[in-house]
DNA sequence: TAGTGGTCTAGACCACAGC
DNA sequence: CTGTGGTCTAGACCACTAT
């Protein structure tokens, strides 16, 4: 093992302290001059650490003031697929999720075309609505193919999301995603607690694994309460 | 227009010359020694421009052999920032856009702000419908930074649209937009020709050139009509 | 070996926030 | 006013590459 350089030490030192809760969000973290003396360091070193942090969006530098622990963003990249639970985790607030359906069936001819099936195969059918803090935030009402995922039915999704699942089950080979902004319609209205007439961000999602489609999901998220971001 | 520290200057610099085929791909940029007397400035300033343009993936550096403009990187389908225009050409529809605003101001508080400006410098704005078969598709609420684009006021928009000039007037750096699902204030609701409750899908999107932030668009679109897509 | 980037120092001046 | 971060300097030593 090499020695790291100074400012990666300074770096992960700051780093695991804001894990481990040392210094919470938007709390101030000591200054450069400080730092720099308990590590021993000039302050541009610090500054260096401190700017990459910056960059990397951990803590937010306010010239004149000081430091601070960044405030968790509402975040979705939508190239990667992310485990909403861990989202909602990340931001330090509580994931709770219920089944509301788990059902198996033949397609239907829609569906048999949606998953570019030949025949119409087995499927399943779940229905989960997950909570952050106990607010309902979104609906996901998702198809399995049932030959990447037998045993999609045995899952307990209160200790694992059907996405986590299924990134287990088979390796992801592509995604297609379209987003629209939609009414919701009266049982998913209901399920996110919210009226008939307001927005919906509501995601459709199509997975491929070893060369089938593997699902298809729709995600609806209240207007009002959930946004995707991203950027590079 | 305050003017840049030093470090930036030199990464708009090397940016415009690969910008402008002064090197190529691959090409060797001249040592940060070299650099440091050209720019009149210590090699310590001239680090921190290439250890940035390195994280940006601009460049590539080996120690102890030089400083490489980086390949070309593809860019992910799902933060390309596409032209409407061709978008809905490409669908084999007549595009068309009429400019219902342009006008230059100093920027208020909250545009200060999110301009991350230090001073109250000079922004455009511009408020375009776009037609897809002369049915409104997208209303396009843009900001834009006076000295990024100083000719903004001068474009003829039903020729070119506003990002394809940005894009010309500055090589882009970054992008970071967000997606929402919202009801339109009424003057966006009737240059869409919709009612004020129905959803609209909204992407707020800001692009950064030469270190500053270029240009803010709010983009609306008619729930019923638009809807993003993408994949890999 | 000479030249490159990687890191670091011990100062410095400035703009800004908060008292 | 003091303390903060933002920037910059003119050196330095090191690890590495290329010749």
């Not at 909403?84 to 709770?96: L, V, Y």
């Amino acid at each position: 093992m090499t020695t790291l350089p100074a400012y990666q030490n300074i770096k992960n030192h700051i780093l695991e302290a804001i894990h481990n809760g040392v210094w919470k969000e938007g709390e101030a973290i000591p200054a450069e001059m400080q730092l720099a003396e308990q590590f021993g360091v000039s302050r541009m070193t610090v500054n260096r650490a401190m700017r990459e942090l910056t960059a990397e969006q951990i803590v937010t530098r306010i010239q004149g003031s000081g430091t601070y622990v960044a405030q968790q963003k509402y975040q979705t990249t939508l190239v990667e697929i992310k485990s909403i639970a861990d989202e909602i985790r990340a931001r330090g607030h509580k994931h709770r999720s219920e089944l509301q359906q788990l059902s198996q069936s033949k397609a239907s001819d829609s569906l048999k075309a949606l998953f570019e099936l030949k025949t119409k195969s087995t499927l399943y059918h779940s229905l989960i609505v997950h909570f952050e803090n106990d607010i309902p935030i979104q609906v996901e009402d998702r198809r399995v193919n049932a030959a990447i995922a037998p045993d999609y039915l045995k899952q307990d999704f209160s200790r694992i999301t059907a996405n986590e699942y299924l990134m287990m089950a088979a390796p992801l080979q592509g995604v297609d995603y379209q987003i629209e902004a939609i009414t919701a319609p009266e049982h998913i209205a209901a399920l996110l607690h919210i009226s008939t007439h307001e927005p919906c961000l509501v995601l459709h999602r199509k997975t491929r694994s070893m060369g089938c489609v593997a699902s298809i999901a729709t995600m609806w998220h209240a207007g009002t309460r959930y946004r995707f971001s991203g950027g590079f």
